[in-house]
């Protein structure tokens, strides 16, 4: 907990919120509204992350929950969204897409994990 909670400070409920969703007091998702770059000027696009607990996976939750950032958004003075996004990361992909979300980059083999490179695809959305 001591290290997410620079990451949680950053979040205002009244600009860049966290919406979580709970099942019996246990947090089994979140989607988390972000600065997408430091400037004045990106102050209407915020960058979107979801985490569904993967016993929770499957369960429509990461639907809701971005239907709920979506509809947010415009409160949150938001005109555009965007999620980054592993490419082989087929559920999240096919949720974004489904949801209008677009690829708008690519990023090839920018991240290594376990001796492994894997490219990154950057997905938006003008609201």
């Known amino acids: 907990m001591e290290s997410r ?6 979040h205002h409920p009244e600009s860049r919120p966290l919406l979580v969703y709970e099942q019996e007091t ?9 600065d997408f770059y430091g400037r004045p000027a990106y102050r209407h696009t915020a960058e979107l992350s979801i985490y569904i607990a993967p016993e929770n996976q499957g369960k429509q939750l990461g639907k809701r929950l971005l239907r709920a950032a979506e509809e947010m958004a415009p409160e949150l003075g938001l005109h ?21 979300f677009q690829e708008w980059g690519r990023l090839p083999d920018v991240a290594k994990m376990d001796g492994r490179n894997y490219s990154l695809c950057i997905m938006g959305k003008r609201l």
């Open 26 to 34: 246990e947090i089994v998702g979140w989607i988390s509204f972000e």
């Open 5 to 10: 909670l620079q990451w949680f400070r950053k």
């Open 80 to 100: 555009t969204l965007v999620g980054y996004v592993f490419a082989h990361n087929t559920p999240s992909m096919r949720l974004l897409h489904a949801h209008g």
